[in-house]
């Protein structure tokens, strides 16, 4: 029987098209996935379901009739009620004071335990929001939408945030809810899960309805294809090269979080140039603190943070670093001659005569250098000629000004080497060219705000500029989110042919199945501890899960 | 069913309104200009409301006050109320880029009156003039400094909220000027008088006419400043996001407390413009409401130095112009002036407002409205 259907239904946000004639029916009692890229439309579309958003033009049917929803609450009263991606509970509440909100009805904590026994949820209902997991979060939000008589459930990206565990349990309830007759809708991006849970998926592709297929007569291939609109490549690279080296050592490192709380714990490992070491773990196990720290964003930190630089018998650069650096470590004597390995002491010569033996390349490490970064400020690390770059989760609001031209992005690195006060802002606009045209940046112009530039661009500009300066160490959270496959895919390779060029690199990243094919090691963090350091060829996923949750 | 009923009878206006996007540049200025040619339209109107018959003698009188070149003085004294209002809203521009949002030029330009008037007033009679000039420049300048450095020090180490701080700033300023002038002035009159030496030569029988010059200066220096210095970098970069200043190692509380010296120094030099050069006076309401006006015309202008030199001409010539229409038909000048003024900005508000956003009817619901009607 069917449930719902969308006829014709379209809507746009000033220009931009997020859905564009849609028309397809849901039938009651199925599990129904909807299937699309990032901006694909399908949040949107679902919205429009839920009340949230209203259609420019287009009709809902809901049995058979046509309805006219206005609100969340009217979407109630169609038994419909969704689950977004970012939960909206009071966290100072407890669950069952959550569930209460809004009802007329009166309940005791008997009613929630019943339901939860029902469908197999776990879920304390005397127990705080704020004291919950995300997974204790979800299953309070869906509990909430039962309460309300809902017999269309609507989960937008459910698994986005979950352990393997919990993933498995998840889709447990749904089956079971799905016994009790109830539809349920899930927006989804992953291939494997609509394999798993679904009865039949559509398909959306920018904005448009492509088609809807039967879970058992397609596969993860032909989803893919469907789903970008061309054959797809899904095999990601990892180059198996030997690696050259710790590059750094972290020692004993804890921090604290933006609110004061401990974020990181003590913990321990070395990072080896080209190699990629993948981070794992729920979100806010203490992922953004580690990469932070490093970076020297964080201020209250113990431990140590041991840089090692492989300089040993080669030559002194000015773009390590400058003369009167120079000056200084060869009082210290860290250098010597390349003809006569003398030890040199530059501290009599004129800058000029420094200036030529650099550029002659006659002046030597003797040892690697060896620096610790913990207290230092970006400045400071920069200063000391280390080429450290961070591709923050947060690109708009950190890594890049979204209010900025290309041109001026550029510049956020290299600003201070301006003249007399005055910026120079040619080669950050060759930079930008050169970025443009070597990633493929979709822009009408260099002097484009970036903002206005769709997440797969902005998120080329910011790892361009990243890798533009040859880093030694590379440091990304989360840098395909948001991104379109063959963005997504893109960023993947620059990453790992960074890492041929000897980069060490650390990948923040969610998707285990990506995490586990690109990383040569794989360190679990959960909730700010180390709970294990990996070998990703030679791990299931289920073992990572528990280990993303122990501790 | 008593749910559906209450919802029924919910008010509900005819119009909704939503955002505008990607109104072409041209479309935009179309209305502004509209915007600005209505607000001539209703000045005249509104002039001949209150006395018939003036409408057409009101815009030729607006004329005759600002561009009557057979009285080069007065013609000067309308560039150096555009040259005040210029120098206000572009000190302010660096400090409003940088998101700190700063209404107190008028304290910190009236402190650096009050600096210049005293200086001014009780130099030794020996000194020269320029000397006396010189120390009038340099004390107003640390005067508006410490004035706008006092509230940048809250907000960088505390995070106090600048906007009333700088606010209350105002009023301590103006106590003060109040104060000074009853020390001061002892007969009474509470009128300080004209100052007799540490004044701006008459240059083109104005004694205003180097507050041009020193504009014209600063205008381009500010230009560059903001658009090219590495300092107006930090300050774009600190004001779009204090994440990314802190990612790329801005240091934020020096990138604030700097620009809001350079503000407050340049607020005082402004109130040493004023003594010293255009009214060669002093008293408490001396600033006269520019430095609010100030922040108006900076945010009109979008920070940007062109658009802001244009609406502080523009506001200029609205203030002069009314000024005298409103003497030729006999009314009180300065009050005629304020409404004409209000007028002004109220419309010129309203262009930025329907630039943004446009108002649409609900289609569906007045069918629905009209369908209760005959029901009722």
């Known amino acids: 029987m069917e449930k719902i259907r969308f006829e014709n239904i379209t809507k746009t946000f000033g220009s931009t098209v997020a859905n564009n004639d849609i028309s397809f029916s849901i039938e009651a009692g199925e599990v129904f996935c909807i299937l699309g890229e990032n901006g694909s439309g399908k949040t949107t579309l679902l919205n429009v379901l839920a009340g949230i958003y209203k259609q420019d033009a287009g009709r809902v049917f809901i049995d058979g009739k046509e309805v006219n929803i206005e609100s969340p609450k009217d979407a109630y009263k169609y038994k419909i009620g969704m689950v977004h ?134 596969n993860e291939r032909r989803l893919a294809d469907l789903m970008v609109g061309h054959k797809t490549d899904l095999n990601i690279k990892r180059s198996e090269i030997p690696n050259t080296g710790v590059r750094l050592s972290i020692k004993n490192l804890s921090a604290l979080d933006i609110d004061g709380n401990k974020a990181l714990e003590d913990i321990s490992f070395d990072v080896y140039g080209s190699e990629i070491l993948g981070v794992a773990g729920i979100s806010g196990s203490g992922q953004r603190e580690l990469l932070e ?56 010569k004129t800058n000029k005569e420094i200036t030529d033996l650099v550029n002659a390349e006659k002046i030597l490490f003797y040892e690697d250098e060896i620096i610790d970064l913990k207290d230092k400020k970006p400045l400071e690390i920069r200063d000391l000629g280390i080429k450290l770059s961070f591709v923050p989760e947060d690109r708009l609001g950190m890594g890049l000004v979204g209010n900025m031209d290309l041109t001026d992005n550029m510049m956020l690195r290299s600003y201070r080497k301006g003249k007399q006060g005055f910026v120079d802002r040619e080669k950050p606009h060759e930079l930008a060219e050169k970025i443009v045209q070597e990633l493929d940046v979709k822009t009408p112009s260099l002097n484009t705000e970036v903002r206005k530039l769709s997440g797969g661009n902005i998120q080329k500009i910011l790892v361009g500029r990243e890798l533009s300066s040859r880093p030694k160490i590379l440091m990304t959270a989360y840098p395909v989110r948001g991104l379109d496959i063959n963005s997504s895919y893109l960023i993947y390779k620059l990453l790992d042919e960074q890492k041929v060029k000897g980069t060490a690199i650390i990948f923040v990243g969610e998707d285990l199945d990506v995490l586990m094919d690109l990383c040569d090691r794989l360190l679990i963090l959960s909730n700010g501890h180390i709970t294990g350091i990996v070998d990703p060829r030679k791990i299931t996923k289920d073992e990572i899960g528990l280990l993303m949750t122990q501790g | ?94 400090a409003f880029k940088m998101k700190f949002w700063n209404i107190g030029a008028e304290g910190q330009i009236l402190i650096g009156c009050l600096i210049s008037a005293w200086i001014a007033r009780f130099a030794p009679s020996e000194w020269p003039n320029f000397l006396i000039l010189l120390c009038c420049g340099i ?111 801005i240091d934020v509380k020096k990138v604030i407390i700097r620009t809001m010296i ?108 009209v369908k209760d009607d005959v029901s009722n």
């Open chain 2, 262 to 369: 350079f503000t407050g120094s340049l607020m005082g030099f402004i109130g040493f413009l004023i003594v010293c050069g255009v009214h060669q006076s002093f008293n408490d309401s001396i600033v006269a409401g520019k430095g609010f006006t100030g922040v108006l015309i900076a945010w009109l202008g979008h920070f940007e130095p062109f658009e802001i030199a244009l609406f502080s001409f523009l506001s200029a010539v609205f203030e002069q112009g009314t000024t005298t229409a409103a003497s030729a038909v006999n009314m009180s000048s300065h009050q005629f002036s304020s409404i004409c003024t209000g007028i002004f900005f109220f419309i010129i508000i309203a262009c930025e407002f329907f630039s943004s956003y446009q108002i649409k009817m609900h289609k569906k619901e007045k069918e629905e409205e």
């Open chain 1, 85 to 218: 991606q970012h939960f909206k509970l009071v966290e100072v509440f407890t669950a069952l004071e959550n569930i209460l909100l809004g009802l007329k009805q009166k309940l005791t904590e008997k009613d929630v335990i019943e339901i939860c026994d029902k469908y197999g949820f776990k879920l304390d209902p005397k127990k705080y929001v704020y004291d919950m997991s995300i997974s204790e979060k979800q299953t309070l939000e869906i509990v909430k939408t039962l309460f309300r008589g809902v017999d269309t459930l609507i989960l937008d990206e459910p698994t986005a945030v979950l352990t393997p565990q919990e993933i498995t349990h998840l889709f447990e309830i749904i089956r079971n809810m799905k016994k009790d007759g109830k539809t349920i809708i899930i927006i989804t991006h992953k291939l494997n899960e609509v394999m798993e849970i679904s009865d039949r998926i559509a398909i959306l592709r920018k904005g448009e309805y492509i088609v809807t297929v039967d879970t058992a007569l397609t």
């Open chain 2, 139 to 249: 004390g107003s300048v640390v005067a508006g400094m410490i004035w706008s450095v006092i509230p940048a020090l809250f907000k960088a180490f505390f995070n106090t909220n600048e906007t009333l701080f700088t606010l209350m700033m105002n009023y301590i300023a103006k106590i003060l000027s109040a104060l000074a002038i009853s020390l001061w002035i002892k007969n009474g009159s509470q009128s300080f008088g004209v100052l007799t030496q540490g004044t701006f030569p008459e240059i083109m029988q104005n004694s205003g006419t180097l507050v041009i010059v020193f504009a014209i200066v600063a205008f381009v220096m500010l230009y560059f400043y903001l658009k090219n210095s590495i300092h107006g970098y930090e300050i774009s970069v600190v004001g779009e996001s204090l994440n990314t200043a802190r990612y790329v190692g």
């Open chain 2, 1 to 94: 069913m008593e749910r559906v009923k209450e919802e029924k009878k919910k008010f509900k206006w005819p119009f909704y309104i939503t955002k505008k996007i990607g109104l072409p540049k041209w479309k935009y200025w179309l209305i502004r200009v509209g915007g600005i040619l209505l607000a001539f339209l209703v000045a005249g109107i509104t002039c001949a409301i209150l006395k018939p018959g003036t409408f057409g003698l009101f815009y030729s009188e607006m004329f005759r006050g600002c561009f009557d070149f057979s009285d080069i003085s007065s013609v000067i004294d309308l560039f150096v109320e555009f040259s005040l209002l210029l120098l206000i809203a572009l000190a302010l521009t660096p």
């Open chain 1, 293 to 348: 720290t490093i970076a020297g964003l964080n201020k209250e930190t113990k431990g140590s943070i041991i840089f090692t630089n492989p300089k040993k018998d080669k030559p002194v650069t000015f773009y390590h670093k400058n003369v009167n650096q120079i000056k200084e470590l060869s009082k210290e004597g860290k250098f010597y001659y390349a003809d006569t390995k003398e030890k040199c002491d530059l501290t009599n």
